[in-house]
């Protein structure tokens, strides 16, 4: 039998309060890795609760750390917290996100900009934190979307964004390859988390009659896709961008 064991090994999580992060964090965990939860800290701390109950939750190997991933000395100090707890760190996840939506014509600047900022320009910072501190042999995985293959109406900025991470994604693979790290991303279709749920229903019953499996994805289907890329089963594939989507290709 072969299995996933990533005793030994620290993975830090972006964004992983809810929805994929969490889950992501919980399968991560599940399979050995001591796990750093990040969270977008508030006013009201509505994430960092949400954070620390994950914590408590899952109890040893795991602790929460508030960052911005928008704020470069945030991300720097969130890696040095993950080093005095956990020593080296082996596996990031880029998985913080937003949504803006709305069409070009009716775009504020500030959501064009805010998704950038949150979504590929933070990736951007984690990664270029992760290229200094990562352990040889070290995985990046990087959230990418669906959308950036269909490029959904009214979402020009999130798409935009996930589509950098696609290109950056491959840069890096090439840019960390001599250490033998590795650089991937998934590219979720539509899942029911919090997000995906916050889809108008009849937009969603739209969308379901694309997908071949007839169903839309859950947050474990993206999870073991990632627990995949961090495994040593998948230490000759880089640069890629796996889509995980039920079969759906617009």
Request: with cysteine; charged share 20%.
């Amino acid at each position: 039998m072969i299995g996933i064991d990533l005793s030994g090994k620290t993975a830090l999580v972006t964004g992983a309060s809810q929805g994929l992060g969490e889950q992501t964090a919980r399968t991560l965990h599940r399979a050995g890795a001591s796990v750093i939860v990040n969270y977008f800290p508030t006013e009201d701390n509505v994430h960092g609760q949400r954070a620390e109950a994950l914590v408590e939750d899952l109890g040893e190997r795991i602790a929460a750390v508030g960052a911005d991933v928008c704020n470069a000395r945030q991300v720097a100090a969130m890696f040095e917290a993950a080093t005095e707890w956990f020593g080296a760190v082996d596996v990031v996840v880029n998985n913080a996100g937003i949504l803006r939506d709305r069409t070009v014509k009716k775009m504020a600047e500030d959501e064009w900009q805010a998704v950038i900022d949150t979504n590929l320009t933070g990736v951007f910072h984690v990664c270029q934190a992760a290229a200094e501190r990562l352990a040889d042999g070290g995985r990046i995985v990087n959230m990418a979307s669906i959308s950036a293959a269909i490029g959904f109406f009214g979402q020009a900025n999130y798409v935009a964004a996930k589509s950098g991470v696609v290109g950056l994604t491959k840069v890096l693979s090439r840019e960390l390859a001599r250490r033998g790290i590795t650089v991937n991303a998934v590219a979720p279709g539509v899942v029911l988390t919090e997000m995906g749920k916050s889809i108008p229903e009849e937009v969603r019953a739209e969308m379901l009659k694309q997908i071949p499996l007839e169903r839309f994805g859950e947050p474990s289907d993206i999870s073991n896709a990632i627990l995949f890329l961090c495994s040593d089963l998948a230490a000759y594939i880089t640069g890629q961008t796996i889509h995980v989507n039920g079969g759906w290709w617009g």
